[in-house]
Each structure stands twice: as C-alpha cells, then as structure tokens.
C-alpha cells in the first residue's frame, strides 16, 4: 500500500534529478545536437522554475507578513503594515501603469533607491565605529590580520599611495600572492565538495532538496 | 569611582563622536572637494586597453548584478565603462541575474548622456532580469534567444537591430560582470568563462574584490575595485564623474578609520601593560 506514495514521493523525483542532471552535464562532453537542445531547454525550465519561486516568494512575504499584522505581535506587526502597504503600493503601480511608467520610475527612485541607499549608508557609520570599538589584536593572528588589513586598506587609498608609492606593491602584493592563492586553495575545496554534493544528489543518496 | 586613564579614555571615545567626526570629514570634501592626486592601478589600465583594441562591430555583454544601495560604489564604474563603450560606438547588450538590476540600469541609464548617434535598440538595449541565477546565466550563455524574447520594455527582438544574429555567448567579443556578490564572481567565471572561453572583467565591490582576484589574470583580464577603479577609469577614459570627484572622500574615510584603529590599539596596549604591572586583567 505503500509503494504508490513511495514511488511519487522518492523514486519518480530521483529518476527525474538523475536524467536531467546526465543530460545537462552530457553537453559539456558530447556536442550531439539532441543533447544540446535538451539540455538548453532543460536550463530554460530553471529559469521559469525561479521565476515560479519569486512569486511564490512574494506569496510567502504577504501571508506571513499579514500573519504579524492579525495577531497583532508585538514588535513585529508595525513593520509588518508597513511591509504590506509598499507591497501593494509596488505591486498596483506596476500591475497598473506598468514598469516603464513615470510613477513607477518615481517609486522606485524616491522610495526603493533612496531607503536602501541610505541604509547602505548607515551601514558605513556602523563598520567605522564597530571596527573602533571590537577589533582588538590579542594574539599573532590578529596582529597580522590587523596589518595585512591595514596596509590593504592604504594601497587602496589614493592619497597614501602617492604620498609612498610603496604601499601599492604591498597591497598587490598581499592580494595577488597571498590572498589569491589561498582563495583559490578555498575554492578547489569548495568544488570538490561541490561535486561529491551533486554526485550524492544525483544518485539519491541526498534527498534534503526533496523535505 | 576611579578616573579614566588616558589609555581607558582613547580606547572608550563615545561612538557619537565617531559618527560625527566622519559625517563632518566626508561632507566638507565631498562639498569641496580637494582634489587629491590619484594613481592609476594596472586592473584600469588593462580594461581601458582591451577595449580601445576591440574592433569596432564588437558587441558587448554587461551584467548588471548588484544591490541598489551599492551604486556609489560600483554604479560608477558601470557608468564610466558605458561611456567609454558609446564614445568608441561598440554595441553592448545589458541584463541582470539580479533583482535590482533594473534599478541600477534606470538610474545608470538617466546619468549617461549618450552620444547623439549611439540609439537605442540599434547600438545598445537592455533584456531587464532573469529569475535564476546561475541557471540563467547558463541558458543565456546557451542559447540567449529561448531565454529572453524582448527587452525590459517589452520590445520585441524582431525590432531590435542590435538582437539580429545574436545567438548565444560566442557572439559576445567580451562580457562586464559588475556585481558585489561572490556567487556571481564565480558564476560568471564558470558559464562564460570556463565554459565558452569568453574574455570577462569584472567590477566588483571592495569587499568581493578577494573573491574575484583568483580569476586574475587568466579568466579575468581585469578586476576594477569599487570607487577606487571606477575613479581610475573615468581618469582614463576622460569621463570625469562622481567617483572623481569621491576619492578625496575615500582617501580621507581611510585615514581616519586608520587612524581610529591605530588609537583603539595604544589604548589596549596601554590597558594590558598596566594590567600586566597591577597584577590584574583586563576584561
């Protein structure tokens, strides 16, 4: 009784991760025009398959949004109407007047931009003082994380590069041999682990994606 | 009540006064501006170079791929490549795996006085965002024209002149990732570059640019660092603009969290020795 539920819920997604994963990954391997147009279309499948989720995204954003605002929960219901109020401001605006409207290039100017910009803004005053106030060098780590950063941070300053043109080399010098080479360290690690990963997926050992 | 020591003053500045300092600092060069010497950095030098040597049929792709709120610091350089890219009448197509992406291109778009001849749908269009990321940018790297069949206006391809004959990312001399998050560094890198051997730059924001350094020099012929680069690029491509003008400001920002940090660690130091010589700790 159990093999039908079985079979939707775990075989039948498995054999579809697994076929479209082979054909997609076949057309880096094998220029066969059946292959690559399967594999085109199956890529263009992603991107409505995202264009789903932000909907879907939105959907969830205005449920539980509107879930604060009923229940009326303390500290999160005010942000939650406001949430809502430029939801529905944005979302008539451009369902109305559509995108390449003047109202909706006013909105998005003098609302959208200017809030985030500014938040973006904010956002240095808080580095500024938070790098003041909590980076404390109490060990050798920190002593060199404080002067590869410093010296970092002068080799991007254009008026202490002028004034020593010696920071320069040092700053490239710290990003180009020791800073790229470790990333590159990093992201070996991470493709490696990126493909044990997709290999586990593909095979059905790996099935968080389906909860 | 014990008083402050003068290294328990230096490590304990009330944040206001940070925060008003730099407030005061920043706007009085950024309302007069000094006008700080600047030196031009290789990564400049190299975009500047690849594309005054790039044919003139050339068609370009520029990924428009980060937060509103980061203009300042990489909107510039999207600004100052646009222009030199219109002034030299190379063709590009724009479009963005990220959400602001359309954003970033109005505003871009309503800075850039582009030249009289330089039309729009003929010399440059912009396709708008594409939900997917990587998926995306695989699928466009693909085959562009399944992915997309309009631009962000709704205009379709068959009234594009710019759109005839472009198929996929072979048709693309070069490819401009500007963007501040490291999964689109690495996307980029992966879809057009290793992919289909496509020359790429990026612009990236100052945080990402250790991100993006491992692709230097050999997928990436160039990694314009925020402002900084955006300013080295207006210099070179004789497009005076805002990050120009910023970069007595950054100089000067610099400084002083230089000079703060330096302050915070003789008032440690300072702590710890008399800590060490009392016998105490400081917590």
């Known amino acids: 009784m159990t093999a039908v539920p079985t079979l939707f819920k775990r075989k039948i997604p498995i054999a579809m991760t697994f076929i479209i994963a082979l054909v997609v990954a076949l057309q880096y391997g094998i220029e066969h025009p059946y292959i690559i147009t399967s594999s085109n279309t199956l890529k263009i499948f992603g991107v409505v398959v995202s264009s789903i989720a932000i909907i879907l995204a939105s959907l969830t954003l205005v449920i539980s949004q509107m879930g604060y605002v009923v229940k009326k929960k303390a500290d999160y219901w005010v942000g939650g109407l406001a949430s809502l109020i430029f939801f529905a401001i944005f979302f008539s605006v451009g369902l109305v007047r559509g995108i390449e409207s003047v109202e909706w290039a006013w909105i998005q100017k003098n609302i959208f931009s200017a809030c985030t910009t500014a938040l973006m803004g904010v956002a240095g005053f808080l580095f500024v003082s938070a790098s003041y106030r909590a980076y404390k060098a109490k060990n050798i780590d920190g002593y060199l994380l404080l002067a590869s950063g410093l010296l970092v941070m002068l080799s991007n300053t254009p008026a202490a590069v002028v004034l020593w043109p010696t920071f320069g080399p040092i700053g490239k010098w710290i990003m180009s041999v020791l800073n790229t080479n470790v990333q590159r360290a990093i992201l070996v690690t991470v493709a490696l682990g990126t493909v044990a990963t997709a290999i586990r997926t593909v095979l059905g050992w790996q099935r968080g994606y389906m909860d | ?283």
């Open chain 2, 1 to 283: 009540m014990s008083e402050k020591s003068f290294y328990d003053k230096i490590s304990s500045i009330d944040v206001r006064l940070i925060y008003v300092s730099i407030a005061l600092v920043l706007s009085s060069v950024i309302i007069n501006p000094i006008g700080m010497p600047i030196t031009i950095g290789e990564h400049a030098t190299n975009l500047y170079n690849f594309i005054e040597q790039l044919p003139e049929d050339s068609l370009i792709l520029i990924g428009i791929d980060f937060d509103v709120g980061l203009y300042s610091e990489m909107g510039f350089s999207l600004e100052a490549i646009i222009k030199h890219i219109s002034s030299r009448g190379l063709r590009f197509i724009a479009l963005s795996i990220h959400m602001d992406g359309p954003v970033n291109w109005a505003k871009a778009n309503s800075r850039i006085d582009f030249p009289s001849n330089y039309i729009y749908g003929e010399d440059y269009v912009y396709l708008g965002f594409i939900a997917g990321q990587e998926t995306a940018q695989a699928a466009i790297a693909s085959d562009l024209k399944k992915v997309v069949t309009s631009d962000f206006m709704g205009i379709p391809f068959s009234e594009l002149p710019i759109m005839n004959g472009v198929e996929n990312s072979q048709d693309f001399a070069f490819i401009i990732e500007v963007t501040g998050q490291g999964h689109n560094i690495d996307s980029t890198a992966r879809q057009y570059g290793s992919m289909f051997n496509r020359p790429l730059a990026y612009a990236v924001a100052g945080a990402a640019i250790p991100l993006a350094m491992p692709y230097y020099p050999r997928l990436a012929l160039a990694v314009l660092p925020s402002i900084i680069g955006a300013a080295q690029y207006e210099y070179l491509a004789d497009v005076p603009s805002s990050a120009l003008k910023a970069t007595d400001a950054v100089s000067l920002a610099h400084i002083f969290l230089f000079g703060l940090l330096i302050l915070s660690h003789i008032g440690f130091w300072g702590q710890l020795s008399k800590a060490k010589r009392s016998g105490g700790k400081i917590v």
